[in-house]
């Protein structure tokens, strides 16, 4: 299939590449000259702008947006919409709120146009891992769209089959990494959840590592403290432990480089998503106790900083490459 991706930053590049390495035809654009330059050596079509897309696309042409959640894809989005003709397909894949996903997708279908949300994890590990996708769309729009997506999907890999699960009654492509979440913004719902809980799981690691980093400090009876190498707790954890798990694999790699993580600055930032968890679990009346608690942690980190917030900065740089400045 040919496909225009809008956006080579840090995933939009790689999902170009992974696309290419299955077979499928890119045309990319980006406001960086340099970034197509890239794609185009290795082996996609470059666009001046959409209206050059546009022409260098198949009829109906398919969209793939990977820029950040707000008016950068806002008006993107508005741009394609109107120089794609009947049956065009346009995909966010950044973080946008589901809400406006809803928006998007009435607005687009009075001009015959198919929008599919597209809420992607893997960070700057999708080139080689794939990504883990939820799409919100309608049921023969995601079916046009399954080769790209598994394309995109990690696949079975080496992960044991789910024991209870009978792939004869569910849906398989969970399986390959990706699902069909339903309509337009329930994928972006899902991956809002998704973030919600990693939010939730990182501050997990960050305290109870900053625990163990505290068992030495002067707060702590001279004959009960302990020096504690968190490069090997880390290590340790990651084999055989109930709480192993690729953010833990992070850790360790972070640790390894630098115990006293002294690179990072602990302001540590969010993207929105958790914000809008919280928001949605109001809404829902369900109560979020960790996840509300994980959010106001990191508005207290640009504050003051404690090693757990270097710990999160370290997880954020390990999985999506996010540098994260002090104010």
């Known amino acids: 299939m040919k496909i225009g991706i809008i956006g080579l930053g840090r995933m939009g590049g790689n999902i170009a590449r992974r696309l290419m390495r299955a077979g499928h035809e890119t045309v990319v654009f980006d406001r960086d000259e340099k970034a197509i330059a890239a794609l185009v050596e290795d082996g996609a079509v470059g666009a001046s702008s959409l209206a050059d897309m546009q022409g260098k696309l198949a009829d109906p042409a398919i969209y793939w947006v990977m820029l950040p959640a707000g008016e950068p894809t806002e008006q993107t989005v508005a741009a394609i919409g109107e120089q794609c003709g009947p049956g065009g397909i346009i995909i966010d894949g950044g973080n946008s709120f589901y ?33 883990c996708m939820m799409v919100g769309g309608d049921d023969a729009t995601i079916k046009t769209l399954d080769p790209i997506l598994e394309a995109l999907a990690p696949g079975l890999g080496t992960i044991p ?39 939730g799981l990182m501050q997990a690691y960050a305290e109870g590592f900053d625990i163990l980093k505290g068992k030495s400090s002067e707060h702590v009876a001279e004959d009960e403290r ?42 540590v930032a969010d993207s929105g998503e958790g914000q809008w968890t919280i928001d949605a679990a109001m809404e829902e009346k369900v109560p979020a106790n960790v996840l509300t608690a994980a959010l106001y942690a990191r508005y207290r980190s640009r504050v003051e900083h404690t090693f757990g917030d270097k710990l999160l900065s370290a997880m954020r740089f390990g999985f999506g490459g996010h540098v994260e400045m002090p104010q």
């Open 99 to 131: 809400k406006d996903d809803i928006r998007r997708s009435k607005a687009l279908a009075e001009k015959q146009v198919h929008y599919v949300d597209v809420g992607t994890s893997g960070g700057v590990w999708g080139l080689e891992r794939g990504y």
């Open 161 to 199: 089959r789910t024991p209870g699960r009978d792939p004869e009654k569910e849906d398989s492509r969970a399986e390959l990494g990706y699902i069909h979440a339903g309509p337009a913004g329930a994928g972006h719902f899902v991956k809002m959840v998704h973030n919600g809980i990693e939010y």
């Open 226 to 267: 302990f020096d504690l190498n968190l490069t090997d707790i880390a290590e340790v954890w990651r084999r055989g432990s109930v709480i192993s798990s690729w953010l833990l694999d992070l850790t360790a790699i972070g640790l390894a480089k630098d115990q006293m993580l002294e690179q990072f600055s602990g302001n």
